[in-house]
């Protein structure tokens, strides 16, 4: 399944919440409906996946009121899927300012206005935007910078690929790619290892993705 930063935030918001409050099994089995609605539109790439994800997600907050904070960014990636990129903008405005992952939502709200700007043919305006977007992962990277060390430094370089480290790193180098060049993105994954002394395995996988151009199904 290709799963991007934005997708891993909101389940994990959905798993937390799910987990504190303890609701009965129709909870749940609603949740694992909504997650399995987006899977199967990754799949086979048929719209009425989605359609059928936005109705259990009003299905979900009518009964259980306390996801209304985490709506609007369910509902902001369906709606990105469905390349409705102007309502996946206003949800994310309705997205609760003390929501967690505050620096992710000005990124996506970002990422949303490019594919505005790329319809409309903005080249200026695309660019600047790749620029907001890639200085928002870096501050947000750096934000949790001691938590990525220690994924970094892990003995098992599969962990460290299929963690949320890895999708982070990719979308992280591929907006800077846009700014720059993949000789660029190489060097700087090199310092990256340096200054980390990470796994090694693990760094050569990163840039074999990108110096084979191969790395989409870590993106949207």
């Known amino acids: 399944m290709c799963k991007n930063l934005f997708q891993i935030i909101v389940i994990l ?74 309502m996946a903008l206003s949800e994310l405005q309705n997205t609760d300012a003390e929501t967690h992952f505050v620096g992710f939502k000005t990124i996506w709200k970002n990422k949303i206005k490019v594919k505005i700007a790329e319809k409309a043919g903005d080249s200026l305006e695309v660019r600047s935007l790749y620029k907001q977007i890639y200085d928002g992962y870096l501050s947000a990277y750096n934000e949790i910078d001691q938590r990525v060390k220690e994924m970094l430094k892990k003995q098992d370089d599969n962990e460290i690929y299929a963690s949320w480290v890895n999708f982070l790193h990719v979308e992280m180098y591929h907006y800077r790619r846009l700014l720059t060049d993949t000789e660029t993105i190489l060097a700087s994954i090199d310092s990256l290892q340096a200054a980390t002394q990470g796994n090694e395995r693990y760094f050569e996988r990163l840039k074999k993705l990108f110096i084979d151009d191969n790395y989409e199904i870590f993106l949207e």
């Open 13 to 86: 918001l959905l798993v937390t919440l799910s987990g504190c409050t303890g609701k009965e099994q129709y909870k749940q089995k609603q949740l694992d409906k909504l997650q399995n609605y987006v899977y199967q539109f990754h799949l086979q790439h048929k719209v009425n996946y989605l359609d059928s994800a936005l109705m259990v997600m009003r299905q979900i907050v009518e009964k259980f009121p306390e996801y209304k904070k985490i709506a609007p960014f369910k509902n902001a990636e369906i709606y990105y899927l469905k390349k409705d990129y102007e």
